[in-house]
């Protein structure tokens, strides 16, 4: 209840920002939990109806929920989560989308409650001006979400934490895979960012996950509060719409929606490879970049396909005398809106060095960081969250850059000239990449 005060406190632009990245209570502010189930003597944890092993219980416990009570229990095999809605105004297109999304992936059910209907747990949808979710199942209480203003990915996104989950960017894990930076962090978001100790039951770190902020989320100042350390991810990070392979997995292992459906398919085991786990309908549910019945082929990474899939144009270049250029150079250039990322790799010891021979971005605008138009983005390292911003013709031929260390990255961003009524009539930019020594490195 802690995120509902903040709220009605908080001055027109935090709401705004609220609203756009789906604030949740902290748990290290919940109460702590009364109660709390008894391990048995050979490791078990029972809970209702479910025993957990030693190893599903410590799962279960460290990586997205205090306890198991943050669950919502299950009655004869089946997770209903019963909810009100409340508020007047409510999108239901988008809120069925959302509740429709989850019960399509998982065996967790949503129920709209009866007028009169008494009980003490349930969900609420309710106006609060804000997009806010209290994390999972509390005994006696409602677990209010509140959705007045939430858009887009985030109701599913608010869903999430209703059914337990924490935010992506505090795993146990993050910082291998993105650097926080705090100067930017708004303080009062502070919170959303604070490093959990958790188990990652095998999930990996997922860039494209619902529950993941996009980089610029709860900034005080417009600049990265998130960098993906691997840059080919800095674009697409938390742009996610949809409940992901990994999202799904993690709500049908806490629920164990897993074993049912092996029990009911007649499994011992799960026969789903690389990451696969069996379905309602016994057919397994396999990650991006593997196929077949089992998953069992596999063509590249996750990662790897989520960038062919969501960001085709991103790639590495390393070759030294590889020429770096815009897609379509240099009359043919992208008529819808795009982004992505280049990221110049040089070998150790030796920086990365960009030589310009054309550039030309669509208009100039007088806005700060070129608002209004396609950008070129050039950060000299990964260290280093925000890059000078170019556009119209603000290289020049000839013009170098150069990394701090090995790697120079690109970020494109093509303004949506053909969604505002104009065209892409610009030329773009090509350059060529060369290398050299790092004084002094061994
Ligand atoms: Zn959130």
New binding site residues.
């Given amino acids: 209840m802690m995120a509902l005060k903040m709220v009605r406190g908080a001055p027109p632009q935090a709401l705004l920002a609220l609203c756009l990245?789906?604030?949740?209570a902290p748990l290290s502010a919940a109460p702590p939990l009364q109660g709390a189930p008894q391990r048995l003597d050979d490791g078990y944890v029972p809970v209702g109806d479910i025993l957990y092993s030693a190893e599903d219980w410590a799962c279960l416990h460290a990586k997205n929920l205090m306890s198991v009570e943050r669950l919502w229990p299950r009655t004869e095999g089946e997770v209903k989560i019963p909810y009100i809605i409340t508020y007047k105004e409510m999108n239901m297109t988008m809120l069925e989308e959302a509740i429709g999304a989850w019960e399509a992936k998982t065996c967790i059910k949503f129920l709209k409650m009866e007028e009169g209907d008494k009980r003490a747990e349930y969900l609420e949808f309710r106006a609060g001006g804000g997009c806010f979710?209290v994390t999972g199942y509390v005994e006696g209480e409602v677990t209010v979400s509140i959705v007045d203003t939430c858009k887009g990915r985030s109701v599913k996104?608010?869903i999430g934490?209703a059914l337990g989950m924490r935010?992506e960017h505090k795993r146990s894990d993050r910082d291998n895979n993105v650097i926080v930076v705090r100067e930017n962090i708004d303080p009062k978001m502070a919170s959303?960012f604070e490093f959990s100790e958790t188990i990652n039951c095998g999930i990996p770190y997922d860039y494209f996950s619902l529950?993941h902020y996009q980089d610029t989320a709860a900034s005080i100042n417009g600049k990265r509060v998130l960098v993906a350390k691997d840059p080919r991810f800095q674009d697409i990070m938390g742009e996610g719409t949809e409940i992901t392979h990994w999202n799904a997995k993690l709500a049908n292992t806490m629920y164990k929606c897993v074993d049912d459906w092996l029990e009911a398919c007649g499994q011992t085991s799960d026969p789903c490879e690389n990451g696969g786990y069996i379905q309602k309908d016994c057919s397994c549910a396999c990650p991006l970049g593997t196929s077949g019945d089992k998953c069992q082929e596999f063509a590249m990474s996750y990662r790897d396909a989520l960038l062919e899939k969501y960001s085709p144009y991103t790639s590495v270049i390393n070759t030294p005398g590889a020429e770096v250029t815009s897609p379509g150079y240099p009359n043919d250039g992208p008529q819808e809106a795009i982004r992505y990322t280049q990221v110049m790799q040089a070998p150790k010891c030796k920086k990365a060095v960009v030589t310009f021979t054309d550039f030309q971005l669509g208009e100039e605008d007088d806005m700060p960081n070129c608002k209004y138009t396609s950008t070129l983005e050039i950060r000299t390292d990964v260290s280093v969250g925000d890059g000078k911003i170019f556009c119209g013709e603000g290289i020049k031929n000839q013009q170098v850059f150069k990394s701090d260390n090995s790697e120079l990255i690109f970020h494109y961003k093509n303004y949506d000239f053909l969604g505002n009524g104009g065209e892409n009539a610009y030329r773009g930019y090509t350059a060529v990449f060369t290398t050299e020594d790092i004084p002094g490195c061994r």
């Fill in positions: 990245t789906c604030c949740v979710t996104h608010e934490h935010h959303n529950m």
